[in-house]
């Protein structure tokens, strides 16, 4: 009994990081660039283009406010187009990714703002092109906060996952809902609970080393 309880929730677990390590992976690849569109569009001294970043920025706010058990029902269609079915670990990443790039996207814009406007004209004074304080000044200067809102947002596609768990996506949540719930296990119902606070804690451990570590 022991064994397969083991073996359940070493497989499991395997799932869910994989799920959260993808999804965080595809929100910085396009969760960043949205911020970067979002703080370059606004500002006098880049690009200065509000009517293009204003409009990407509600449909940001417009994804985050959908909450994200809807936001797994509305994707099916779009999921089994992906992915080919709306079960699994595989049809899991879209949705949590496409609620994560939102997610990270304002978390990155916030990082970036608070870079200070003389580092931006010091630059534009000697000859620096736009795209040349984008990659030069505006991403190494936030990296420490970038490095915060990945840790934020892995720590939260945890959770989400665990949710996509009650339409079969695999992973702790499904394992909690289908032998802890719905079989009245306690034990595997308390030992996930563990799980997800042990990984949780490690995410977070990981993301305070990393931040630590740029900044110097």
């Given at each position: 009994m022991y064994q397969l309880i083991t073996r359940l929730i070493a497989e499991s677990t395997?799932?869910?990081?994989?799920?959260?390590?993808?999804?965080s992976l595809i929100a910085?690849?396009?969760?960043?660039?949205?911020?970067?569109?979002?703080?370059?569009?606004r500002r006098a001294d880049l690009y200065d283009l509000p009517w293009l970043g204003r409009p990407v920025g509600?449909?940001?706010?417009?994804?985050?406010?959908?909450?994200?058990i809807i936001l797994l029902v509305l994707l099916i269609p779009v999921t089994r187009?992906?992915?080919?079915?709306?079960?699994?670990?595989?049809?899991?990443?879209?949705?949590?990714s496409i609620a994560a790039i939102p997610y990270y996207a304002r978390i990155a814009e916030i990082s970036l703002q608070e870079i200070e406007p003389g580092l931006?004209?010091?630059?534009?004074v000697m000859g620096g092109t736009r795209w040349m304080v984008i990659r030069y000044v505006l991403i190494p200067e936030a990296l420490?906060?970038?490095?915060?809102?990945?840790?934020?947002?892995?720590?939260?596609?945890?959770?989400?996952?665990?949710?996509?768990?009650?339409?079969?996506?695999?992973?702790?949540g499904d394992l909690a809902?289908?032998?802890?719930?719905?079989?009245?296990?306690?034990?595997?119902?308390f030992t996930v609970v563990a799980v997800l606070i042990l990984l949780v804690g490690l995410i977070q451990g990981?993301?305070?080393?990393?931040?630590?570590?740029?900044r110097r």
């Amino acid at each position: 009994m022991y064994q397969l309880i083991t073996r359940l929730i070493a497989e499991s677990t395997l799932q869910t990081v994989e799920m959260v390590a993808a999804s965080s992976l595809i929100a910085v690849i396009f969760g960043l660039p949205l911020a970067v569109l979002m703080i370059a569009t606004r500002r006098a001294d880049l690009y200065d283009l509000p009517w293009l970043g204003r409009p990407v920025g509600w449909v940001v706010d417009a994804l985050r406010a959908v909450p994200f058990i809807i936001l797994l029902v509305l994707l099916i269609p779009v999921t089994r187009f992906i992915a080919g079915t709306s079960l699994g670990t595989l049809a899991a990443i879209v949705p949590l990714s496409i609620a994560a790039i939102p997610y990270y996207a304002r978390i990155a814009e916030i990082s970036l703002q608070e870079i200070e406007p003389g580092l931006i004209e010091a630059v534009r004074v000697m000859g620096g092109t736009r795209w040349m304080v984008i990659r030069y000044v505006l991403i190494p200067e936030a990296l420490p906060g970038l490095l915060s809102g990945l840790t934020v947002t892995a720590i939260t596609l945890v959770g989400a996952s665990a949710m996509a768990g009650a339409i079969g996506a695999g992973g702790l949540g499904d394992l909690a809902i289908r032998y802890g719930y719905q079989r009245f296990n306690t034990t595997i119902m308390f030992t996930v609970v563990a799980v997800l606070i042990l990984l949780v804690g490690l995410i977070q451990g990981a993301g305070t080393l990393a931040v630590k570590a740029v900044r110097r």
